[in-house]
């Protein structure tokens, strides 16, 4: 009888998460990412603060900051396999002291992109794999000499594998160990740059559908 009800138990476990990843179902999620580098592109999550000590006993502090939040919206093609779009938004600042005065740098970044995700179901631990492409701009505003504006093209490619910690029958915690690829494009200067950067991406998912 034990175990019939063990065996029992782990059944309505697996049936309750192939319930929330079946196919017609939609995908709403929110979350962030914690780089291990400030990434271009503002796609992370970082505050820092920088002190220069100089030989004459002078000091100069330089602080920064960047919030990123990225929400999506996904729908089931078949049983697992969700696609649908990332977006993305960035608020930041940069302070930095030039002698007698500071130079503080405002940023805004907005961009939107396609993701493919695929669960495994396991029970109340649902491994997956995601993919996702962000296409999108970044508006920096610098006050040198009157407010100074400049816009850059942001391309990133990345993916990884994650875990989704359900939350009841309807939403989960996911955890991500991502790979993204970012480009900057400033055209206005005639060059590029590119970064490469492994982060973890954390944040909150609901499931909806019958």
């Known amino acids: 009888m034990k175990i019939f009800k063990t065996l029992s138990f782990f059944l309505l476990i697996s049936i309750s998460a192939m319930a929330q990843t079946e196919k017609g179902k939609m995908l709403l999620g929110a979350g962030t990412h914690i780089g291990f580098s400030n990434g271009i592109g503002m796609m992370d999550m970082y505050f820092t603060n920088t002190t220069r000590e100089f030989a004459d006993g002078t000091s100069e502090e330089r602080s920064s900051y960047n919030i990123f939040f990225a929400p999506k919206v996904g729908y089931f093609l078949i049983d697992n ?8 938004f960035g608020w930041g ?17 907005f961009g939107a992109g396609p993701f493919v995700r695929y669960y495994v179901p396991k029970g109340k631990i649902l491994p997956f794999a995601e993919v996702n492409t962000l296409f999108g701009n970044q508006r920096t505003r610098t006050d040198i000499a009157g407010d100074d504006e400049s816009n ?15 939350l009841g029958e309807r939403s989960s915690f996911d955890l991500l160990l991502n790979y993204s690829s970012n480009r900057a494009n400033f055209e206005s200067d005639g060059f590029y740059t590119r970064q ?5 991406k954390f944040g909150y998912t609901i499931f909806l559908g019958k």
């Open 93 to 109: 600042m940069t302070e930095i002291p030039i002698g007698d005065f500071t130079v503080k740098s405002n940023n805004a970044l």
């Open 152 to 166: 850059t093209g942001i391309t990133s490619f990345g993916g990884g594998f994650g875990l989704a910690l359900l």
């Open 81 to 88: 396999l969700a696609a649908g779009i990332d977006l993305a």
């Open 196 to 200: 490469n950067t492994i982060g973890i």
